[in-house]
């Protein structure tokens, strides 16, 4: 007797529990699609997601999906007409449980669910530069910056990321950082102009300094838009450049008024603020023609803070048991739990960050570790200061390296295809690169 076969069909809905858009994030990220795909299967009426399979495997889809957030249906596919000729044919094959890398049909009553797509290719990043090459780099910026008064600051930094962005690579090609030493320069002037008249004004007047303050709040978001821009625009690989298109009203949002709200509730806000600004940032940034988009959810980030809570209570109850038998004992305590504070938070925000940004079909994978992490860093710290801070070029290199050692990119189909893409459509575009007030505020 023939097996049951089943579909898995999407009502035209979303469950009660959520929106439009966090069930396209969760489709974009459990199923790897892009988001015009996601967007096509929320907003049609009724469309069969998977045909043909099993009880077991469209149990597995419908629960994938309904954790998605869709309102999907499971109904039996009409029974098959066998001939006598093929009564002697082997039982069909159960289809596999779907996975992260599979993708939903496109088109409703598809014939074949994705057995021929090919598995996601993995493209790990490299980085070539050493400790010796950079220190040259350092320790010239450093000289010629104290000289001039910081006036070479622009150049070295320009210098730094230049070799830093030349040897970081990604399938044999090098990241570029373009950008004009002149116009940080100008950059940093406004901020250091806007700084000291209202230091000055302060001084004369502490209600026109206070007026000031508020005006420096104000057109702080601009500030934050605008260098964005400069970097990303500046930023390129394969001689495709980096964009970003973020708007004022958002950037005040997230980087003003959530932030102010956040000293009312006791810093209850704070995960959701660094979940907001981070959004803001990757999702209004693109490769040459093609968004990024974030799959992390506020969820994800208040999860992280809450696992910090057991590790800090620990510390603090070591910190009290040291206060009341061997007090010195305390600032060891403090260090410890600062130090491993800091390695869980630096690794745990970089995993989240990249494992949840996604361009086009193509996804980023951070495995970075604490245990591997920590050890960088004490170790880094102790030479650093054994060495009068020398040692520092060295660090950063080693630092550099772990972090794009553990930095994956997955890419679901051809990544040479996509590339070419991207440069026929920037090609046909063109280059919009403003020059007026296309500065770099070094925020």
């Given at each position: 007797m023939?097996?049951?076969l089943y579909?898995?069909i999407y009502?035209?809905?979303?469950?009660?529990?959520?929106d439009?858009?966090t069930?396209k994030?969760n489709?974009?990220k459990?199923?790897s699609?892009s988001?015009e795909?996601?967007?096509?299967?929320?907003k049609?009426?009724?469309?069969?997601l998977k045909?043909n399979?099993?009880?077991?495997?469209?149990k597995k889809f419908?629960?994938?999906l309904?954790k998605a957030g869709?309102?999907v249906?499971?109904?039996k596919?009409?029974?098959?007409?066998v001939s006598s000729e093929?009564?002697s044919?082997?039982?069909?094959?159960?289809?596999?449980?779907?996975?992260?890398?599979?993708?939903?049909?496109r088109?409703a009553?598809?014939s074949?669910?994705?057995?021929g797509?090919k598995?996601?290719s993995?493209?790990?990043?490299?980085?070539?530069g050493?400790?010796?090459e950079?220190?040259?780099?350092w320790?010239?910026?450093?000289?010629?910056s104290?000289?001039?008064l910081?006036?070479y600051?622009?150049?070295a930094k320009?210098?730094?990321?230049?070799?830093?962005?030349?040897n970081?690579?990604v399938?044999g090609?090098s990241?570029?950082y373009?950008?004009?030493?002149?116009?940080?320069?100008?950059?940093r002037?406004?901020?250091?102009?806007i700084?000291?008249v209202?230091?000055?004004?302060?001084?004369l007047?502490?209600?026109i300094g206070?007026?000031?303050g508020l005006?420096?709040?104000?057109?702080?978001?601009?500030?934050?838009v605008?260098s964005l821009?400069?970097?990303?625009r500046?930023?390129a690989?394969?001689?495709?450049r980096?964009g970003?298109?973020g708007n004022l009203?958002?950037a005040?949002?997230?980087?003003?008024?959530?932030p102010f709200l956040?000293?009312f509730t006791?810093?209850?806000?704070?995960?959701?603020?660094?979940?907001?600004?981070t959004?803001?940032?990757?999702?209004?940034?693109s490769?040459g023609t093609?968004g990024?988009?974030?799959?992390a959810?506020a969820?994800?980030?208040?999860g992280?803070?809450?696992?910090?809570l057991?590790?800090?209570?620990?510390g603090?109850?070591?910190?009290?048991a040291s206060g009341?038998?061997?007090?010195?004992?305390?600032?060891l305590v403090v260090?410890?739990?600062?130090?491993y504070?800091f390695?869980?938070?630096s690794?745990?925000l970089?995993n989240l960050f990249y494992?949840?940004?996604?361009?086009a079909?193509?996804?980023?994978?951070?495995?970075?570790?604490?245990?591997?992490?920590?050890i960088?860093?004490?170790t880094n710290?102790?030479a650093t200061?054994?060495t009068?801070?020398?040692?520092h070029?060295?660090?950063?290199i080693?630092?550099?390296?772990y972090?794009?050692?553990?930095l994956?990119?997955i890419?679901?189909?051809d990544?040479?295809?996509?590339i070419?893409?991207?440069q026929k459509q920037v090609s046909?575009v063109?280059?919009?690169?403003g020059e007026?007030l296309?500065f770099?505020?070094g925020l």
């Amino acid at each position: 007797m023939a097996d049951t076969l089943y579909n898995v069909i999407y009502r035209g809905k979303v469950l009660q529990d959520f929106d439009f858009e966090t069930a396209k994030r969760n489709l974009i990220k459990i199923f790897s699609l892009s988001e015009e795909k996601a967007e096509k299967i929320l907003k049609s009426s009724r469309m069969v997601l998977k045909k043909n399979v099993d009880e077991s495997t469209a149990k597995k889809f419908g629960v994938a999906l309904k954790k998605a957030g869709l309102d999907v249906a499971l109904t039996k596919s009409p029974p098959k007409v066998v001939s006598s000729e093929s009564k002697s044919a082997p039982t069909l094959k159960k289809v596999a449980p779907p996975t992260r890398e599979k993708l939903v049909e496109r088109k409703a009553g598809a014939s074949e669910p994705s057995a021929g797509i090919k598995p996601p290719s993995r493209i790990p990043f490299e980085f070539h530069g050493t400790g010796s090459e950079y220190f040259k780099i350092w320790l010239v910026n450093v000289i010629l910056s104290i000289v001039t008064l910081g006036i070479y600051s622009p150049w070295a930094k320009v210098r730094r990321k230049q070799y830093l962005y030349g040897n970081t690579r990604v399938q044999g090609a090098s990241f570029e950082y373009l950008a004009d030493p002149v116009k940080i320069l100008k950059g940093r002037a406004i901020v250091v102009c806007i700084l000291l008249v209202h230091l000055i004004l302060s001084k004369l007047s502490p209600i026109i300094g206070a007026i000031l303050g508020l005006a420096i709040i104000v057109i702080f978001p601009w500030l934050v838009v605008r260098s964005l821009a400069f970097n990303a625009r500046n930023s390129a690989v394969r001689n495709i450049r980096f964009g970003f298109d973020g708007n004022l009203w958002e950037a005040a949002k997230v980087y003003v008024l959530w932030p102010f709200l956040t000293v009312f509730t006791f810093g209850i806000l704070s995960p959701y603020v660094l979940f907001r600004q981070t959004k803001f940032i990757v999702e209004n940034s693109s490769y040459g023609t093609t968004g990024f988009t974030f799959a992390a959810t506020a969820r994800g980030y208040y999860g992280l803070f809450f696992s910090a809570l057991i590790p800090l209570v620990i510390g603090i109850v070591f910190m009290a048991a040291s206060g009341f038998f061997f007090q010195p004992a305390i600032i060891l305590v403090v260090l410890v739990m600062y130090l491993y504070l800091f390695v869980f938070f630096s690794v745990k925000l970089t995993n989240l960050f990249y494992n949840s940004s996604r361009i086009a079909l193509h996804r980023l994978e951070s495995t970075q570790k604490i245990k591997e992490y920590i050890i960088i860093v004490v170790t880094n710290s102790v030479a650093t200061a054994l060495t009068l801070g020398l040692y520092h070029p060295w660090a950063k290199i080693r630092t550099l390296r772990y972090k794009l050692e553990h930095l994956t990119l997955i890419a679901s189909g051809d990544l040479n295809s996509f590339i070419s893409k991207e440069q026929k459509q920037v090609s046909a575009v063109g280059e919009e690169m403003g020059e007026f007030l296309d500065f770099d505020f070094g925020l």
